[in-house]
């Protein structure tokens, strides 16, 4: 038992050590995104609550080469700065979906169908579940009652 124990916390410090990287890479986007975006313009692209928020989230997520470690912090950061929660959710989604060093990668060794096909996929996913997640009420706030129109009933 001591051992299994022992063996369990060997590799999950294993897998923080190897995690760590991509997370602070993740912390350093975070911040240069918070430094160097002024909140006005999150709040102006992806802060209203219209589907081309989302969209321009999507896209602006799928170049950018951070793994799902490391877009977590970036995607608080845009919250922070103003970005409704769907294209929060639809950055969250694209980022670690594809990059342009995957997309390379993609080029490379695989076919050019497969390279369209990659960023396309992140784009539709990412998309779909920002306008999903605007859908759904706030948290903390109750669902909107529905007044009756007629005294009947």
Known sequence: MIDFLLTLIANGWDFLVDAAPYVLFGFLAAGALKEFLPETLVAKHLGEEHPR???????????????????????????QQGANRGASAAFLVSVPETGVDSILLTWALLDPLMTLFRPLAAFVTATITGL?????????KPPVAIEPTSGCG
């Open 132 to 140: 999903l997640i605007n859908l759904l009420p706030e948290p903390g």
């Open 53 to 79: 928020a989302v969209i321009k989230a999507s896209l602006l997520g799928i170049p950018l080469p951070l793994c799902s470690c490391g877009v977590v912090p970036a995607a608080v950061a845009l919250r």
